[in-house]
């Protein structure tokens, strides 16, 4: 069983850019849905990509909804 304890990155500001980037945590929609599945280690690397990462905040016409 893996250790799964890094929190979500979520800040419940679900809304979606262009490249399906959430403008609130900006994970990509693929890395919202995968989370719940991802190792420690690579919900790890994930965060400390998002400290750096740099997003578009223009928006897609719709939010999706993110369960994470």
Known sequence: KQNQTA????????KYNKANYCIGCKRHSSEISGWINYSDAVRQAIMQDLKDRDIDVNLQNHSLMCPY
């Open 7 to 14: 929190k979500t990155p979520c800040i419940s500001i679900c």
